[in-house]
C-alpha cells in the first residue's frame, strides 16, 4: 500500500499563481477570489468543507458539509442541535473547517468557536433547503442505528407528506452555526513544493494580521 500511494499523481490540474503581497486586507475578501476563481475553473462542489469538532472528553471528529455563508461574522454551516455535531458544539465550541480543491491546488483551513445563530435565522436556513433535505431533518436522528432502508424510505414519505401540508414546517432542532475565525489560512501548491501559506490571525475589532508561513 505504501508503494501504490506514493504512485498517486498531485497538482494534476493548473495550478495558479499566488502572490501573497497583493492578497487583500480581509480573509473573507480572498476566500471570495479564490471561490470564485474554482467556479470559473470548475472546481467541483468547491462549498464543500471538512467541518472537525471535538467533545467534552476531546474526542475529535471530522465530517464533510455545505458552506452556507461567509461575511465578516464568519463562516456558517447548518445542521441538528441533537446531531453529533450540534452535540460537540454545545460541549465544546471551537471548531475547524477546512477544504482542499485539488484542481487548482488550493487549501482553505478555518478555526475558531461556533455559536448557534437565532431562530428565526436557523429557521430561514431550513426553509431554503430542498424539500427533501428538509424532510432528512424533519425525520432526524442523524448517526443513529436503524432496522432498514426500507424504515427510513417510510419515514422520509411521512416527512414529506407533513412538508407537502405544511411548506413553512421547521424541523425544532435545525441551526444554523457561525464559526467565528481566529485564524485563516490559505495554501497554493506549486509542482516545485515551494508552496505558499498565507495565514490571517485575528486581531480584534474586524482587524487582521498577516504572516508567511514556511511550506
Known sequence: MRERLRTIPVFAGEVPAFDPDTAPDDPVELFTQWLDHALRVGVPEPHVMNLATADAANRVASRFLILKDAGPHGWSFATGSASPKGRDLDANPHAALACYWPR????????????????????????????????????????????????????????????????????????????????????????????????????????????????
Do not use: C, K
Not at 151 to 176: F, G, K, Y
Not at 184 to 202: C, I, K, M, P
Open 104 to 215: 487548482v491546488g488550493r487549501q482553505i483551513r478555518i478555526a475558531g468557536t461556533a455559536a448557534p445563530e437565532s431562530r428565526r435565522t436557523s429557521a430561514a436556513d431550513f426553509l431554503a433547503r430542498s424539500p427533501d433535505a428538509r424532510a432528512e431533518a424533519l425525520v432526524g436522528g442523524q448517526s443513529a442505528p436503524m432496522d432498514s432502508v426500507q424504515e427510513h424510505e417510510r419515514e422520509l414519505s411521512a416527512a414529506r407528506e407533513r412538508i407537502a401540508a405544511d411548506p413553512s414546517l421547521v424541523a425544532p432542532e435545525w441551526t444554523l452555526y457561525t464559526l467565528r475565525p481566529d485564524y485563516v489560512e490559505f495554501w497554493q501548491g506549486s509542482r516545485d513544493r515551494n508552496h505558499v501559506r498565507l495565514r490571517y490571525t485575528a486581531a480584534g475589532e474586524g482587524r487582521w494580521q498577516r504572516a508567511l508561513l514556511r511550506p
